[in-house]
């Protein structure tokens, strides 16, 4: 069992920026691909970004490339998101999954492709 533990969310003005992180339990987190998603009020979770357990490949949906990047650091057991641009579209409550090591690229956006979630962390935009 792995526990997924978010943090960093919070309220921000529109251009602004956040950094989330993502802190696992697990030692054998180097072995697990990363996502992020959000679910914004009244809408379904959506995928936003993913890494591979190396960190060598990263994907992320389009409407956040050029804006956001997702990262790793194996040895913290921590994955990153960091936030630019930001605007209220943004506002969601964001969450970070772990998968199994052999997911494949194209398969990266599916929410059924995670076995473990955190709780959550909310963040807001104002504009």
Do not use: H
Not at 21 to 36: D, H, K, N, Q
Not at 39 to 59: D, N
Not at 90 to 99: D, M
């Amino acid at each position: 069992q792995v526990r997924l533990v978010e943090s960093g969310g919070g309220l921000v003005q529109a251009g602004g920026s956040l950094r989330l992180s993502c802190a696992a339990s697990e030692r054998a987190f180097s072995t697990y691909a990363m996502g992020w998603f959000r679910q914004a009020p009244g809408k379904e979770r959506e995928f936003v970004a993913a890494i591979s357990w190396s960190g060598s490949s990263t994907y992320y949906t389009d409407s956040v490339k050029g804006r956001f990047t997702i990262s790793r650091d194996n040895a913290k057991n921590t994955v990153y998101l960091q936030m630019n641009s930001l605007n209220p579209a943004a506002t969601a409550v964001f969450y970070c999954a772990a998968g199994p090591q052999g997911i494949r690229y194209s398969d990266f956006p599916l929410a059924t492709q995670y076995v473990y979630w955190g709780q959550g962390t909310q963040v807001s935009v104002s504009s």
